[in-house]
């Protein structure tokens, strides 16, 4: 696997379930972060995570809580959405601190459908 | 608080036509620019970055500008194909402690053949 990879692609679940989103980047990188994307808005930063540590955390509800056990993996644990949380979430990963810039690279998403 | 503005409407470009994208900012000018890819059902992808100091880069098909007395940033593609039909989204890099890109919420590009 190259690049960054999210589980599932696609998840359906009701208002009471708990679901667990999967991020892992395969790039070396030390930065991950959690979007979501609902149409025709900008990508809302929800969570940054920078050598593990939680730097950032945009007031996003507590239904949604990140976990991040290394560099390379990060999950998003969902519970009592509620349905106007159905968006796409994105994950992205980057180098900081390394001389660089801050180019993102996104995994494909999981397209999230609460009822 | 800064914001960005990417024209909403779609644009409808001919093949082989150049398409030029906007974003527009409000406030003071970021260290980068940043342009992004994102085809349907996709994450973004990158595809440029622009510093401040700099007026244009290219990359093969692709030139960007900056101006930052305008506080705009142009996005062109030469001889357009199908295939670079997608939603160009733009970011703001304010190389602040907190590592937040600012994003646009993305222009759609349509090719027609």
């Known amino acids: 696997e190259t690049g960054v990879t999210q589980t599932p692609r696609h998840l359906v679940m009701g208002m009471t379930n708990k679901k667990s989103l999967k991020c892992e980047q395969h790039?070396?990188?030390?930065?991950m972060y959690w979007y979501k994307q609902s149409a025709k808005k900008p990508l809302e930063l929800m969570f940054v995570y920078n050598f593990k540590e939680q730097t950032e955390n945009n007031s996003v509800p507590s239904r949604f809580s990140p976990e991040c056990p290394n560099s390379s993996h990060l999950f998003l644990h969902l519970h009592t959405l509620q349905p106007e949380d159905s968006a796409l979430y994105l994950c992205a990963s980057s180098s900081l601190g390394t001389g660089g810039y801050n180019e993102q690279f996104f995994g494909p998403g999981t397209r999230l459908t609460v009822l | 608080s800064q914001k960005i503005e990417q024209n909403s409407e779609a644009l409808n470009i001919q093949e082989g036509k150049t398409a030029t994208l906007t974003c527009n900012y409000t406030?003071?000018?970021?260290?980068?620019l940043q342009w992004y890819r994102q085809d349907p059902g996709r994450g973004p992808v990158f595809l440029l970055l622009?510093?401040?100091n700099e007026k244009e880069k290219r990359k093969e098909r692709l030139k960007v500008t900056f101006d930052t007395t305008l506080k705009q940033s142009l996005f062109h593609i030469t001889a357009s194909q199908p295939a670079d039909s997608a939603t160009y989204l733009c970011?703001?890099?304010?190389?602040?402690?907190?590592?937040?890109?600012?994003w646009g919420a993305g222009t759609k590009l349509i090719i027609k053949p």
């Open positions: 790039l070396g990188h030390n930065a």
């Open positions: 622009i510093r401040e």
């Open positions: 406030n003071y000018s970021p260290a980068y």
């Open positions: 970011a703001l890099d304010m190389s602040d402690s907190n590592y937040q890109l600012i």
